[in-house]
Every structure is written in structure tokens, then in C-alpha cells.
């Protein structure tokens, strides 16, 4: 098959997008073979005030090879700087040593927290300069 006989879409449905993504999986795991038994596991640690409402919340993912990405990492305003977000990184840390993970990495913005990761052990290895506008979005891992 040629290029000249291939058509552009525009819209995918929820199978092509699915189609699309286990065909780049099936790609990677030629390339490098999983080392762990379920391909995606999402990690999650909160903290609930006595009303069962979230105050301060992480959500991170390990996939294919024994590494963690910090999703989201959120602490209520009024609780910034307690300390409950060095405690969720530190669990995190625990889970994943656990799981003989060796690597977990983020990315952040610069409004956001590169200091708070900076102090906590994690070493930048990226930035994108203006993204957004004015900012610019930190990539950041703990080898562990």
C-alpha cells in the first residue's frame, strides 16, 4: 500500500483510538517487553477531613517497565505547606520500592510546585520555555 491510496480522517471513534494506541503498545513491548504483570496500575493517596472531603490527593500511574508518573499531586490551599504533600511523595516512594520500581517522574509548571519536587529529591531533565505563555513546564524524576 502507497501513501496515494491512503484517505485523511479527521474524527476517530473510541475504537479507532483504541486501535491506535494498543498498535503503538504492541509496537513498544517488540522494542522493550514489560517488566511487570499488569501493563498499568494507577497509585492513589488522599487525605479526607472528618466530612469525607478531599483535602490533599495524588494520583500516579506505573506502567510497562517498573515506572511511576505523578499524575496530578494536589493539596487543598489552605493546607499548602503542612507538609501533606511530602508525605504522599514519601508513601508514593514506599509503594514503589515496594514494587522494585527505580524511577518516578513528573512534570509541573512553574506556578505550580518545581520547587516543592526540587526539595523533595527530584532533579529536573526538561523545560519547555513559554508553555504555557509566560511559564514554562518543568520535567523532573527521583531515581530511586
Not at 3 to 16: F, G, I, P, Y
Not at 62 to 91: A, P
Not at 105 to 134: I, R
Request: glycine residues 4%; aromatic residues 12%.
Amino acid at each position: 500500500m502507497t501513501q496515494e491510496n491512503l484517505v485523511l480522517n479527521m474524527e476517530s471513534s473510541t475504537e479507532d483510538i483504541q486501535y491506535i494506541y494498543a498498535k503503538i503498545v504492541e509496537f513498544n513491548f517488540k522494542k522493550a517487553p514489560p517488566t511487570q504483570e499488569n501493563s498499568f496500575e494507577i497509585i492513589s493517596i488522599n487525605y479526607k477531613d472528618g466530612n469525607n472531603n478531599i483535602r490533599a490527593g495524588m494520583i500516579a500511574s506505573l506502567y510497562m517497565w517498573r515506572i511511576i508518573n505523578i499524575d496530578v499531586l494536589w493539596v487543598d490551599e489552605t493546607l499548602r505547606k503542612s507538609g501533606l504533600g511530602t508525605k504522599m511523595l514519601r508513601k508514593l516512594e514506599k509503594i514503589a520500592k515496594k514494587k522494585n520500581c527505580k524511577l518516578i517522574h513528573v512534570d509541573t509548571f512553574s506556578f505550580q510546585a518545581p520547587e516543592f519536587y526540587k526539595k523533595n529529591g527530584f532533579e529536573v531533565f526538561g523545560v519547555l520555555e513559554n508553555c504555557p505563555p509566560g511559564h514554562q513546564r518543568y520535567f523532573l524524576k527521583k531515581d530511586l
